[in-house]
């Protein structure tokens, strides 16, 4: 069998083009990666969730000797990659049925993965410096990775085993929100210090950071416009683009030579014997 790292490859343009990344990591703008064997989806079908996706991710970039892994990139890469490992591993076509939310009849749409649109990050300076609405305090904001989400969780976990009172489902999107601030005026503080802070922003500078983060949504739009198949409906509807199982599941037809029958159990089962031939056979 031919080398794994010989097969062919794309490099994919990521959407935040590296910039969020520490030097250390050397994450380049742009990523090479092959198509997916079956070895490769072992996380996929068996760890599952965002573990799995970083298996495969991890199995299939085509650079032996980088320095970074799956869970160093940001969601929106993370996207993008998964997007492509698709197209070039089982085709670009992605079949989908969705239902119509006005008439709930099936559309049939069929994604082109080679025509997905993106969002490219575009920026000078990063972390991105914000001056705050109302407090007029300057901040550094950042995306989020999976690890910086993982802190968060074990810190929600550490505080609810020492406080009783303390509600990691409350606390969840504040600790998120106050994680992706990098300094604070110009300092570096804990997360802890960091979640006190953000709690006591007037609400016109949450509300702000809540805005840079919608518009900075980077990555591949999933989001897409499309006509109900009903000919009495003709509605149009949003649909979304999910990268679950049926994902990595092509669609396939079973050869002409290969089919099944449909058949009732009363057809199929042999008419029923007399009893007395039966016992003419067991005397």
Known sequence: MADKYALHTERVPLPS?????????????????????TEDQKGINSVGGHYGVDMLINNCINEPD?????EDLLTSDKALLLIRLRAITLGKDFPVDYTCPTCSQTTHYVWDLDKIEINFLDLEEYPIT?????SK????????????????????????????????????????????????????????????????????????????????????????????????????????????????????????????????LEEYTSPTIPSSVLRQHTD
């Open 17 to 37: 083009k590296g910039i969020p990344y520490s030097k250390e990591l050397q994450i380049p703008p742009e990523i090479a990666i092959r198509p997916f064997l």
């Open 66 to 70: 980088r320095k970074y892994k799956a």
């Open 130 to 134: 914000l001056e705050l609405p109302e």
């Open 137 to 264: 305090d300057i901040i550094k904001w950042r995306f989020l990775t999976d690890k910086h989400l993982e802190e968060v969780e074990d810190l929600l976990d550490s505080r609810a085993t020492r406080f009783e009172e303390f509600n990691k489902q409350d606390e969840r999107r504040m600790f998120r929100k106050a994680q992706s601030i990098v300094e604070i005026n110009g300092e570096v503080e804990d997360l802890i210090t960091k979640w006190e802070y953000y709690g006591r922003l007037p609400a016109q500078d949450s509300a702000y950071i809540d805005f840079i983060e919608r518009e900075l949504d980077i990555g591949p739009i999933i989001l897409r416009s499309i006509r109900c198949s009903n000919a009495s409906c003709k509605r149009e509807f949003t649909v979304v683009l999910r990268t679950g199982m049926e994902f990595f599941r092509p669609k396939f037809e079973l050869p002409k030579s290969i089919r099944t029958k449909k058949t009732s």
